[in-house]
């Protein structure tokens, strides 16, 4: 397997556009992890799916945000608009259980930088 | 919750020792380590489920306690290689996904 796949690695918009970033999770995989990270915060858990279902999304920071996954094998996510507060690196994780026994796969992250 | 590490930053020579820290204020089921490197995504290292237990990975090890709120990771004999940041991680309220601590950035010098 080719791992977790990410696009875009690297995203330049402006101010007030919609981004989307993409993630392919490992075939398999049951669970699906958003993360953010920043110098400030280090790595924020914003959501995360179990079968395709959006299982805790409290880590979202606002309601600019949004993620989905329509199929096992992607998953979305949508920040309409941005901000320049927003930029940061976007992780996708998946695994195959739940976390407390198996580990979790990183892709390589999606920079986003918010002009 | 977010688990605290320390310290933020160690900067070694080879063939030093470090230790880092990480702690929860509640029980805990388990702790994940991870590391990264610049510009790349974390990897996983280990995970320790029971109170007391200490694993290995060659050279890096880690420990956590018996009431399961305190994990520490020992790196001896340090190489180039281990230079990166190393996080720890512990589930989230929900259970099921990983709250990281904000990382100890190591740096290992000839």
């Known amino acids: 397997d080719a791992g977790v796949i990410q696009s875009p690695r690297h995203e330049v918009t402006e101010m007030g556009q919609e981004v989307t970033l993409r993630c392919k999770p490992i075939?398999?995989?049951?669970?699906l992890f958003w993360y953010r990270q920043t110098m400030m915060r280090g790595l924020e858990l914003l959501i995360y799916?179990?079968?395709?279902?959006?299982?805790?999304d409290s880590g979202m920071p606002e309601d600019r945000f949004s993620a989905k996954m329509p199929n096992a094998s992607f998953s979305t996510l949508k920040i309409q608009p941005s901000e320049p507060r927003d930029s940061a690196v976007y992780f996708c994780?998946?695994?195959?259980?739940?976390?407390?026994?198996?580990?979790?796969?990183f892709g390589q992250g999606t920079r986003l930088t918010v002009v | 919750q977010q688990p605290v590490q320390s310290p933020q930053a160690v900067i070694l020579r080879e063939g030093e020792d470090a230790v880092i820290n990480c702690s929860s204020s509640?029980?805990?089921?388990?702790v994940h380590w991870y590391r990264q490197k610049h510009g790349e995504a974390p990897v996983f290292l280990m995970i320790?489920?029971?109170?007391?237990e200490q694993k290995g990975h060659e050279k890096i090890s880690a420990s956590f306690n018996e009431k399961k709120q305190q994990s520490s990771l020992y790196l001896t004999a340090s190489q180039l290689s281990y230079s990166g940041t190393y996080f720890c991680?512990?589930?989230?309220?929900?259970?099921?996904?990983?709250?990281f601590g904000k990382g100890t950035s190591l740096l290992v010098t000839p």
């Open positions: 075939s398999g995989h049951d669970y």
């Open positions: 509640k029980a805990l089921y388990s």
């Open positions: 799916f179990n079968n395709n279902v959006p299982i805790d």
């Open positions: 320790l489920l029971k109170g007391g």
């Open positions: 994780a998946s695994s195959l259980g739940s976390v407390e026994n198996t580990e979790a796969f």
């Open positions: 991680g512990t589930e989230s309220d929900s259970g099921y996904a990983l709250n």
